[in-house]
Structures are given as structure tokens and as C-alpha cells.
């Protein structure tokens, strides 16, 4: 046991020097992007995938992407998705998968009309190649992801291990965003999204990541924190990355990371006994005291104009017109386009081509529900419900999976202003779908129905 603790302390301390290295260094970005996927082409060959540690590995480049992405270490925009695709194929492989899992084989299906309606138009000036990988690969990503996880069996212990495989690489991205800007002060400006506290990359992506790693280090810090000094470990981190979250000015993935930790007080006490319901009130009271400090901490460093950010006001506290930053308009318009074109849609990815010629600017949809109905129609709005509805179908029957709630909300909450930007989204997701056991039955069972 103390070598674990000690472990996840080395390697808290391993992701903190690798942000440092590539501060100083930042060639060590791409040299980073390669070697992920070989050392986990290692490991997986060499275990066999027999702890299923293709989720490791994924969780892993699901917590890097950001990071990545700042320096300049991706290959490409879907180099983490391809290769988290790539990695699910080879848990097939060595582990099989539910044969039950063919609902997410149907969600692909759903995908090829509105492919075959972006390769026959002529219309538009549009590389369709490249739109149709901006635009589907998140979808694949999910699917493939999903197909997976569907009802894999794994103990709630090993869980943890993959939150914090996601969790790891956040401390490094929050390290780099110190060493990048440590005077948040000195930057703030006014109450948009910030680049500058954000190392210099879309705040939406950062805040998203960041979002995640407060759920990770919360949940550290409540359900595996057994010593004090762990205890001020995780307590730490949570802090850490919250702070530096909140400055983004970006609010989409804290507001994502406050329902998922709500949500998880919510089943813990829901499925706590007397005596565990009795001790929830001092869990409450002490999240309450660190999300109060931070935000008046993060307040004071911004000299208030973070207050003004979530009150949707402008630096002279005028509210704004809009709520979203602009994104009602996007999604207004391609509500708009599901009208005019609501069985097909107007083809995978040529929803940014249509807005290039109302807008004057080719602008990317941030909400996935509205670019599938307006891209794919109809089959676009069968394979949303397809996806609501599957996790919540596999839950009844799936109660130990504390968690579930936390990842739905956060796909959810993270569609809705991210889109699939990143890889995030489609493995969480994924989660939802596993069977999860927080006690070892009697007879461990290895398949999957």
C-alpha cells in the first residue's frame, strides 16, 4: 500500500517536470505525441490487454490532448482520436466484445448518408476530405469507443485507475499554464475568454479539460484519501486546477465540472447507509468552504471581473446581449437548415460552408446535437436518441456505477458548448457503458453478455 502512495506521488511529481521540460523545451511536445502511442502499443501487446489497459492508455491521451495541442506536440486536430480508435480495435482484439454492442455499429450506419450527401455536392469550393474527418471523427471516436466498453465488466477500483490515468497529464497542463502566465493579474483585462491564461490556446478546450481534472482530483480527494498527507495532496490539485480553470474566463467546463461533482454527492448519498449519510454533511460543508475560497481567491485575482464573467457582463457591467458568446446564432441558423433540409441534412461538414455565405465567415458549430440535425437529419436526430437513451437502458441494471451520472452530464454539458473538438467527450462517454463493480463478486466473471 505505501508503495502506491508513493507512486502516485512520483508520478504527480513526473507529469509537474514533464510541463517544465517542455516549457523550456518545447520540441519535447512532439516527441511526446510519438512516444504515447509506442509505449502503449508495449504495454498492451505485453499484458494482453488482460486488465483491459487500452483504457489506461486512452484515458491517458484523453488527459495529454490539450496539452499537445498548446505546444504544438499533435501530428494533427484528431491525432489523439485516431489513435484512442485505434487502441479500442486492439482491445477487440485481444478481449472480444458484446455482441450486444451492434446498437453502436447501427449509430455508424446513421453517419453514411450524410457522407454520401457531402462526396456528390459540387456546390462549394470544400476539401471533403478534411471535413469529413473534422466533423466525424468524434462521432467514430464515440462509437468505436462505445463498442468497447459496452457492458465490460471491471471493478470500480480499476475505474479509478482510468480517471486518474485522464487525471495525470491535467497536472501537467495545469503546471504549463502557470509557468505560461503565472501573473493572472497582469492579463485580465476584461470578461472574455482568455488566451493568455489559457497558454496561449482556445480557453473553451482548456476549461473543458480543466473541468475534467476537478472531477478526477474531487474524487481523490473524497473517496481515496486515506492519509492526511494524501489528503492535502489531492486537496492541493483540486484547488490547483480549479484556480486556474476559473481564470480561463471560459465558463463552459466548470459549470460542466460543478454538475458532475453535484451529481456524484448525489448517488454517493443517495446509496450511502445511515451512518455514511450522517458523515455526507461534513463532506458538503468542506466542499462548500473550497469552492467558496477559490472563487473569491480567483475574484481577488481578477479584480472581480470573473464575477462579472458568470453574471454575463461586460467589464463596465453592462449585460450582455447574448448568453452563449455568440453560439445562439450558429445554432439558430442551423436549426434553420434541419428545416430546409430535415430528412438527409445538408451533408457531414457542410454546415460550415453554408454559414460562410450568411456570416461572411466559415464558423464551426459548437453544439453537436444542432450539427447533427442540420448535417445528417433525420438519421442525425435517430442517432442522438440512440445515445441518449443506450447508457440510461444499461444503468438500470448497472447501479454500482457511481460515476455514470458524472460522465453522461459531462458528454452531455460538453457537446453543447465544445462540440467534439476534442476526444474527451466520445471516451467518457464510453465509460457510462461499462459494468461496474465496486466489490469483487465470489466468482469473477470474465466475458461480456
Known amino acids: 500500500m505505501k508503495n502506491t502512495k508513493l507512486s502516485y506521488t512520483y508520478l504527480i511529481i513526473i507529469h509537474a517536470i514533464i510541463a517544465l521540460a517542455v516549457f523550456a523545451l518545447p520540441f519535447l511536445s512532439k516527441i511526446l505525441a510519438l512516444l504515447l502511442p509506442i509505449i502503449g502499443l508495449y504495454v498492451v501487446n505485453k499484458t494482453k490487454n488482460k486488465n483491459n489497459e487500452v483504457l489506461i492508455v486512452a484515458a491517458y491521451m484523453i488527459g495529454i490532448e490539450v496539452f499537445l495541442r498548446m505546444t504544438n506536440g499533435n501530428f494533427n486536430n484528431e491525432y489523439i482520436k485516431f489513435n484512442v480508435i485505434f487502441f479500442m480495435f486492439m482491445g477487440m482484439i485481444y478481449s472480444n466484445f458484446s455482441t450486444n454492442a451492434f446498437i453502436y455499429w447501427f449509430f455508424l450506419i446513421l453517419l453514411i448518408p450524410g457522407i454520401l450527401v457531402t462526396a456528390t455536392i459540387t456546390d462549394y469550393d470544400v476539401d471533403v476530405k478534411k471535413s469529413l474527418m473534422f466533423n466525424l471523427s468524434g462521432p467514430v471516436c464515440l462509437a468505436i469507443s462505445s463498442i468497447y466498453t459496452f457492458k465490460r465488466r471491471i471493478l470500480f477500483s480499476n475505474l479509478q485507475n482510468i480517471v486518474v490515468a485522464m487525471g495525470l497529464p491535467i497536472i501537467t497542463t495545469t503546471v504549463y499554464l502557470f509557468l505560461y502566465n503565472p501573473s493572472v493579474k497582469d492579463v485580465v483585462t476584461g470578461t472574455q475568454s482568455n488566451f493568455e491564461t489559457s497558454g496561449g490556446f482556445g480557453p473553451n478546450q482548456v476549461s473543458t479539460i480543466l473541468g475534467l481534472g476537478i472531477f478526477v482530483f474531487f474524487t481523490q480527494l473524497i473517496l481515496f484519501s486515506k492519509t492526511k498527507k494524501e489528503i492535502f495532496l489531492n486537496g492541493f490539485l483540486l484547488l490547483f486546477v480549479s484556480y486556474r480553470g476559473i481564470v480561463t474566463f471560459s465558463r ?29 454533511s461534513l463532506v458538503f460543508v468542506m466542499t462548500a ?6 472563487w473569491v481567491y480567483s475574484s481577488f485575482q481578477t479584480s472581480g471581473l470573473i464575477e462579472k464573467r458568470y453574471a454575463n457582463q461586460d467589464a463596465a457591467g453592462r449585460t450582455k446581449k447574448d448568453n452563449l458568446g455568440g453560439r445562439e446564432e450558429i445554432i439558430d441558423s442551423e436549426l434553420k437548415v434541419f428545416l430546409d433540409n430535415p430528412v438527409l441534412g445538408v451533408g457531414a461538414g457542410m454546415g460550415k460552408e453554408i454559414r460562410k455565405e450568411s456570416f461572411g ?12 440535425m442540420s448535417e445528417h437529419g433525420l438519421f442525425g436526430i435517430f442517432g442522438l436518441i440512440l445515445l441518449f437513451l443506450t447508457p440510461f437502458i444499461l444503468y438500470v441494471n448497472n447501479r454500482q456505477h457511481l460515476y455514470f451520472l458524472s460522465f453522461y452530464v459531462f458528454w452531455l454539458l460538453t457537446i453543447n458548448h465544445a462540440a467534439m473538438r476534442t476526444a474527451a467527450p466520445a471516451f467518457v462517454y464510453a465509460l457510462t457503458l461499462l459494468f461496474v463493480q465496486v466489490k469483487i463478486p465470489e466468482k469473477p466473471e470474465t466475458s461480456i453478455d
Do not use: P, Q, W
Request: with cysteine; aromatic share 10%; charged share 15%.
Open 252 to 280: 463552459g467546463g466548470i459549470i460542466t465540472a460543478v454538475v458532475m461533482i453535484v451529481c456524484l454527492m448525489f448517488l454517493l448519498y443517495y446509496f450511502s447507509n445511515a451512518k455514511g449519510k450522517s458523515k455526507f
Open 289 to 294: 468552504l473550497m469552492a467558496a475560497g477559490i
Open 361 to 372: 465567415d466559415a464558423v464551426a458549430s459548437h453544439n453537436e446535437i444542432s450539427r447533427m
